[in-house]
């Protein structure tokens, strides 16, 4: 069966600070990959996805990068944090096929002060 | 531009009793159609999806009718369960998406059923 792994569970950073967050996939190949931001209150907005290693789309204009080193790895990166950064940072997957449902990884809860 | 729309907020149901969650869209191109489950600090979970083929999807308690015509569809539970209560995301995504599978999610309704 295929599972999605997130790391860290929490993250407290300062303003200005780097981040990096970690996402594998087990039990599938070439899956799409995507990230999501939940901010407080709001529903969910999509950040990146990639359909292949190296492939990164991005969806909204902001201060974060996302890379795909390997097929099942999924990276989400800042070089400086803003305030706005604070949320709750989902990963997901899916084949790579429409009409099929996205899997959900537990999250990250980044508190950025 | 919310191309889906959740307009309640929040929802309280008596256990045992009916819940019904709507969501609306307004891209005409959209035709696959997601409910998602979320707990707290934990990610969401699939529950039900429906084709733009068809207008009622049925998952034991859980049943997904879709309405083209007014862009609406909702998600009835049936009996409601104190464990059901989370928040409930609908989702949409369209063929012309292709392999990238994309979905775009509403705001969200929480959902709390009252023992």
């Known amino acids: 069966s295929q599972t999605i792994h997130q790391w860290p569970a929490t993250l407290v950073q300062p303003v200005g600070s780097p981040l990096s967050l970690e996402c594998t996939v087990e039990g599938t190949s070439n899956p799409n990959l995507y990230w999501y931001r939940q901010a407080a209150g709001r529903g969910l907005q999509l950040l990146f996805y990639?359909?292949?290693?190296?492939?990164i789309s991005s969806e909204v204009p902001q201060n974060l990068s996302a890379s795909r080193p390997q097929d099942r790895q999924f990276i989400l990166s800042s070089k400086k944090l803003l305030l706005s950064d604070s949320g709750f940072y989902l990963c997901?997957?899916?084949?790579?096929?429409?009409?099929?449902?996205?899997?959900f990884g537990p999250g990250t809860r980044l508190t950025v002060l | 531009d919310q191309q889906v729309k959740q307009n309640s907020p929040s929802l309280s149901v008596q256990e045992g009793r009916i819940s019904i969650l709507n969501c609306d869209y307004t891209n005409s191109m959209f035709d696959y159609f997601l409910w998602y489950k979320k707990y707290p600090a934990e990610g969401p979970t699939f529950l039900i999806s429906i084709s733009s083929i068809k207008d009622k999807n049925e998952d034991g308690r859980f049943t997904v009718f879709l309405n083209k015509s007014a862009k609406h569809l909702s998600l009835h539970i049936v009996p409601s369960q104190p464990g059901d209560s989370a928040v409930y995301f609908c989702?949409?995504?369209?063929?012309?998406?292709?392999?990238?599978?994309?979905?775009?999610f509403g705001t969200g309704t929480l959902l709390a059923v009252q023992p």
């Open positions: 989702a949409a995504s369209s063929l012309y998406g292709g392999a990238t599978n994309k979905l775009i």
């Open positions: 990639s359909v292949g290693i190296g492939q």
């Open positions: 997901a997957w899916s084949v790579r096929r429409a009409y099929n449902e996205q899997f």
